[in-house]
């Protein structure tokens, strides 16, 4: 199984970037696909989350600003992130559980590489 993530990259504030993860070696389909963030010295914090049924969940930090979407085929997540802000700079990482707001970051086996977010002022 792999993740390829792409996209991310340097915007400045109130701009847009897109990040997109595709999945293969495995369906993913039934599982949770979402984005975790990261800063230097913090942990890693789920950002988005969306299930096999395309419910979502959002980070009230980014709530409004961030769309997160999966393909028909269940495999790819992409995160739409509008109206950045220089807090959202961090790495960024896709991630596939059973359950990504009940699993542990520890729990989950299946991460993308990671995608630096910088946000100018």
């Known amino acids: 199984v792999q993740l390829v993530q792409t996209g991310g990259g340097v915007a400045e504030a109130g701009g847009s970037l897109r990040l997109s993860c595709e999945a293969t070696g495995r369906v993913f389909r039934y599982f949770d696909m979402g984005w975790f963030r990261q800063t230097a010295g913090n942990e890693r914090e789920l950002v988005a989350r969306i299930d096999k049924r395309n419910v979502t969940n959002y980070d009230d930090s980014v709530k409004g600003r961030f769309t997160i979407s999966r393909d028909a085929g269940g495999n790819s997540v992409f995160l739409q992130m509008d109206n950045l802000r220089p807090e959202d700079t961090a790495v960024y990482y896709c991630?596939?559980?059973?359950?990504?707001?009940?699993?542990?970051?520890?729990?989950?086996?299946?991460w993308g590489q990671g995608t630096q977010v910088t946000v100018s002022t």
């Open positions: 991630a596939i559980h059973v359950d990504l707001l009940l699993g542990k970051v520890h729990d989950i086996d299946y």
